[in-house]
T-cell receptor
């Protein structure tokens, strides 16, 4: 059964720091991996989608990588800002259109 | 504007009173899903649909029903709600990409359900 783990569970950094969030999954037979942002009490905002055939995707200050063979993905955030404070979730999609989410990393960027 | 809408956004009800949470998308997406989010348990998939009249169970389908009679709508039905179904519910939609890949999932704003 697919399991998705996100480390660390929480992270506090000063403004301007570059940071890396980690996501690992146990079954490499995935269609894609998607990173989301969720603000408290709000819905999910899609950040980046990496197809199983891709190695990385970039959007602005965000870069996500995927290593299927090792079951790992990272989300790199450059020059963090207080507005980046949120919970970051990764989700893998596998056979039968099933989607498994990690528990998330709560990020706090201090001004 | 491309979006996924859910109604109601907030609902307080009592045990055993049937309810329906509606979900609608205007992007002509084939795939739709329902999730629930609970503290400490994260987001878990309840049901998904690959097209009209095609649905399947996710990880936590017990106590829920769905239907997909039209492509744009995917209602979630709780025939006899219980307090353990108190949760934040999200609907999502998605389309198939090239070469059998799936494009990104778009999520609705969420429905906060409380069952007393």
């Amino acid at each position: 059964k697919q399991e998705v783990t996100q480390i660390p569970a929480a992270l506090s950094v000063p403004e301007g720091e570059n940071l890396v969030l980690n996501c690992s999954f146990t079954d490499s037979a995935i269609y894609n991996l998607q990173w989301f942002r969720q603000d408290p009490g709000k819905g999910l905002t899609s950040l980046l989608l990496i197809q199983s055939s891709q190695r990385e995707q970039t959007s602005g200050r965000l870069n996500a990588s995927l290593d299927k063979s090792s079951g790992r993905s990272t989300l790199y955030i450059a020059a963090s800002q207080p507005g980046d404070s949120a919970t970051y979730l990764c989700a893998v999609q596998a056979g039968g259109f099933k989607t498994i989410f990690g528990a998330g990393t709560r990020l706090f960027v201090k001004a | 504007e491309a979006q996924v809408t859910q109604n109601p956004r907030y609902l307080i009800t009592v045990t055993g009173k049937k309810l329906t949470v509606t979900c609608s998308q205007n992007m002509n997406h084939e795939y739709m899903s329902w999730y629930r989010q609970d503290p400490g348990l994260g987001l878990r998939q309840i049901y998904y649909s690959m097209n009209v009249e095609v649905t399947d169970k996710g990880d936590v389908p017990e106590g829920y029903k769905v239907s997909r009679k039209e492509k744009r709508n995917f209602p979630l039905i709780l025939e006899s709600p219980s307090p353990n179904q108190t949760s934040l519910y999200f609907c999502a939609s998605q389309t198939q990409g090239q070469g059998g890949s799936y494009n990104e999932q778009f999520f609705g704003p969420g429905t906060r359900l409380t069952v007393l």
